[in-house]
């Protein structure tokens, strides 16, 4: 890549809208910086510009994803309440993804900024697993740390069924607030 000719401003950011848009899974901003010739920290700023202009791009723990329309498949939706230790946070996301519910994101209300959300989007168990080592390599703290474990997700399914079942396993596991 030392040969590649460093993409400037707007076509850097053509490109990467373009990558983006074409990938069915998540790109790393280092993976996004060496095609660009660029450093990953360029790209973070690149992406912060392209959501200011309304592009759908979230920044996952696998990386970047542009939301596309799923015209094809209708996907139910919900906001549930949970609680628990931070170290239920694997068993309670593989219950979610063992009941085909992706964990859009996770919720909470701080005292001073008031609701905090940051994307998961975690479909199966190895993406679970995914942002469990990611969580453990940065020792970074979860958000429910600031809340005694009590969080709010937005899930989503291709059923309404498939949203209740997976309610009725995070109760009998103890997380689900009623």
Not at 21 to 39: C, D, F, I, M, Y
Not at 88 to 111: N, Y
Not at 137 to 146: H, K, V
Request: contains cysteine.
């Amino acid at each position: 890549m030392k040969d590649q000719k460093k993409l400037l401003g707007e076509d850097r950011r053509i490109m990467l809208l373009d990558m983006l848009r074409k990938s069915n899974s998540p790109l790393t901003g280092s993976e996004l910086a060496a095609h660009a010739n660029v450093s990953r920290q360029v790209i973070v700023g690149d992406i912060t510009l392209l959501k200011a202009k309304n592009e759908p791009i979230i920044a996952t723990s696998q990386g970047y994803i542009y939301l596309k329309e799923r015209n094809s498949e209708q996907l139910f939706e919900r906001t549930i309440a949970c609680s628990h230790t931070p170290e239920d946070t694997e068993s309670e996301l593989c219950l979610l993804v063992d009941h085909g519910v992706t964990v859009k994101d996770v919720k909470i209300e701080h005292p001073v900024y008031g609701d905090l959300t940051a994307s998961i989007m975690v479909s199966s168990r190895h993406e679970v697993l995914q942002f469990i080592e990611k969580l453990k390599s940065s020792n970074a703290s979860l958000l429910s740390a600031l809340t005694d474990g009590i969080h709010l997700h937005t899930i989503t399914a291709s059923s309404e069924e498939a949203l209740d079942h997976a309610e009725l396993a995070l109760l009998k596991a103890g997380y689900l607030i009623q």
